[in-house]
């Protein structure tokens, strides 16, 4: 049988195991075309827990929804209560500790664990509090509070992210010359993790003074809770979604296969990808520098929604490679719908990624008969 949408043979069942369409429907648009991770989303939806998470199965993508909004109900319960420190430190750990719990449960790179958690996890949180120091030895501004006059912009808001966008880059652009990391998915995780734990240290580090003040340090909690919203959510998101797109464009071009590299057209330029990615960072911080705080939650907020459906295109475009490589296997079971499928790329039932499941899901599945 050969699927109308990727034109390769696939199995006779209800979904393309090697693209996920589902069979006997019309090939959608590129705006219409559904998401390789979970095919009862588009492609360029704003969903962040499948974007940034994209290997997990569907249960647990629901689980991770819980654990986001536990997360930001706890730091509002915080900041509601006045302990505006405690909140801090809980905002700007929030999106990392959901990554670690992330990379943890699917244990994507098992083979060499301790170089990519080095160089992505470890050097953003590194280089996250090397720059909050420097910023907080140099540059008088609380990062949590009403933004500088016009003498600190160019530096704060447009050299200070540049820089922070480089050094987020330069651990995972490290791992690029690897043949075991050759993948756009590869890529743009690398840059995503790297990305959330620097902007969490930078915050943490530039936010030490609060706890002179006491627990109690006193201010309005609704702009407590706008400044912790923006600086401990929306602005990791920011980043993740620019720096992940970013690494992705240049593992697009220099690891993909040649017949891939301009599926995404110019978003997909390492060029354009590394102007669009900084654009959005600095837009970023001085959104953070020229708005108030619930303003500066609502733009921000805006362009990490921009950064998310990029990164997204990327994330997409990875899960579809992969299925072009791999031959068609034997049956296996699905760990997500449980019933028999071949193994491939998707599950011919219910369409979720097969790659997208954890390791020990697939291990698990690959051994029934």
């Known amino acids: ?24 429907e019309p090939v959608p648009s590129a705006s219409r075309r559904r998401y390789s991770a979970d095919p009862d989303e ?22 991770f929804r819980v654990i986001l909004l536990l997360g930001v109900g706890a730091v509002v319960t915080l900041a509601v209560l006045g302990l505006y420190p405690i909140a801090v430190l809980a905002a700007a750990a929030l999106v990392p500790l959901v990554m670690v719990t992330y990379l943890y449960d699917v244990d994507l790179y098992e083979d060499e664990p301790l170089r990519v958690y080095a160089l992505t996890l470890a050097w953003g949180a590194v280089a996250g509090v090397a720059m909050g120091l420097f910023l907080r030895a140099t540059i008088e501004v609380d990062p949590l509070g009403p933004g500088p006059d016009g003498g600190f912009i160019l530096l704060r808001g447009v050299l200070v992210p540049l820089a922070s966008v480089a050094l987020m880059l330069v651990g995972p652009l490290v791992l690029l010359p690897y043949r075991h990391f050759d993948d756009v998915l590869d890529g743009a995780s690398f840059g995503a993790t790297s990305a959330v734990a620097f902007v969490g240290a930078q915050v943490i580090a530039q936010s030490i003074d609060l706890f002179s003040a006491g627990l109690r340090p006193g201010g309005d909690a609704l702009l407590w809770i706008a400044r912790l919203l923006t600086h401990g959510v929306a602005l990791p998101l920011v980043a993740a979604g620019a720096v992940g797109a970013m690494c992705g464009a240049l593992w697009l071009r220099y690891r993909a296969p040649v017949r891939d590299r301009d599926r995404l057209g110019p978003l997909g330029i390492p060029l354009v990808a590394l102007l ?10 001085l959104a953070l520098l020229l708005l108030r705080e619930i303003p500066a939650l609502i733009a921000v907020s805006l362009l990490a929604l921009v950064a998310l459906v990029w990164l997204r295109m990327f994330i997409h475009l990875g899960l579809l490679q992969e299925s072009m490589e791999i031959p ?14 071949l193994t491939h790329t998707f599950c011919g039932n219910c369409g979720v990624a097969l790659r997208a499941l954890p390791k020990d899901l697939r291990r698990g599945a690959a051994a029934r008969p």
Request: glycine share 6%; proline share 4%.
């Open 1 to 24: 049988m050969i699927c109308e949408d990727c034109g390769l043979e696939t199995a006779d069942a209800p979904f393309c195991i090697r693209c996920g369409h589902r069979q006997q």
């Open 42 to 63: 588009s492609a360029l939806s704003v969903h962040v827990i499948s974007t940034l998470f994209p290997r997990l199965p569907r249960d647990d993508l629901a689980a």
């Open 276 to 285: 669009a990615g900084a654009a959005l960072f600095v837009a970023s911080t």
């Open 328 to 341: 068609i296997g034997d049956a296996i079971v699905c760990a997500n719908c449980h019933h028999a499928t």
